[in-house]
């Protein structure tokens, strides 16, 4: 009977630890901004190439420094491509492929890539959604805005950036009236981008 219990046992064991090889801990990065800390859970599994663009660009320090330059209550807050002194911010990478295909919806508190209306389009520019917007999300033949993570700490910080008050400057028409940036943006738990491995996917044509 003994036997037979630690045979129980070590069978108990030895799944266990196929589970948590198996669920590898998912990349987090830190968004230092001026009004609090927001931490970002990404996911490869469902959005390998977005993932890896924007752990290049964190480890790039491309976003430190850069500002919340679109921020729209009940709808999302948008970053990466301006400066404090409001001057656009090139990106240092080619466009990615749109990923939106991933089954991640548009839900609050995730974080989705911007674009152009090129499908794949995509850069440096992020944003967070302030509330679920299903009318960003993929459907059949319609590209959408790609999700590739969620806020898993911080969600007050960017309720608080989403209800600042804003104004128009130049083709900035949602701009915070007083500045909100990221001071710094740093991986908290590291998953460095050349650790990540990403399958080719063929690119989605624009939409006509």
Known sequence: MKQYINCCLAAFLLVASTLSVAEPTKPQVMLETTVGQ?????NPQAAPVTVKNFI???EEKFYDGIIFHRVIK???IQAGGHRFDLTPKNPSRPPIINESDNGLKNLRGTIAMAR???PDSANSQ???NHKTNTFLDYQKNRPGYAVFGKVVKGMDIVDKIATTETKAVGRLTDLPTKTISI???RLVVPKPASQ???ETKKAVSPVK
């Open 74 to 76: 009940n709808f999302m």
């Open 196 to 198: 990540l491995k990403v």
């Open 56 to 58: 290049q660009y964190v």
């Open 38 to 42: 927001i931490v970002l859970e990404l």
């Open 183 to 185: 001071i710094k943006a």
């Open 126 to 128: 992020f944003f967070i």
């Open 116 to 118: 152009t209306r090129v």
